[in-house]
């Protein structure tokens, strides 16, 4: 990732999260960080329902874990409202964006950069 070889960091991401599998299992909560990775990379190289789809599982696990609101799990769904913004997936993106605006108003966040940020995903 850190020289630009998106072909090599996709390549061996993928390799990490199939070991990662077979030493935690399937539905392993320590596959979050191999997901992430995974869809940091696809979402570079613009490969965005690939990106979607490892983000989407990472969220899964995090929920399970810790819950809807928890910090995590509101991060991961932001990505993936965006993630899903840029591959023309409106719908799935509105339903996402929406549960993290109604969390972050329940929560007293009215003023941040992150809130903002959901806003003008929302209004695009």
């Not at 929920?63 to 997936?89: P, Q």
């Not at 409106?90 to 940020?117: F, I, M, T, W």
Request: glycine content about 4%; proline content about 2%; some cysteine.
């Amino acid at each position: 990732m850190k020289i630009k070889d998106l072909t090599g960091a996709d390549l061996n991401y993928r390799e990490a999260l199939s070991a990662a599998v077979k030493v935690y299992g399937a539905g392993s909560y320590d596959l979050t960080k191999p997901l992430m990775n995974l869809a940091r990379v696809c979402y570079q190289e613009k490969k965005y329902f690939d990106a979607a789809t490892y983000l989407k599982q990472a969220l899964a696990l995090v929920e399970r874990k810790s819950g809807l609101e928890d910090a995590e799990a509101v991060s991961i769904r932001e990505k993936l409202a965006e993630t899903l913004e840029r591959s023309g997936s409106y719908k799935e993106c509105e339903v996402l964006l929406k549960q993290s605006l109604a969390l972050r108003e329940k929560n007293g966040d009215h003023n941040s950069p992150q809130l903002l940020a959901l806003l003008n995903c929302y209004s695009d």
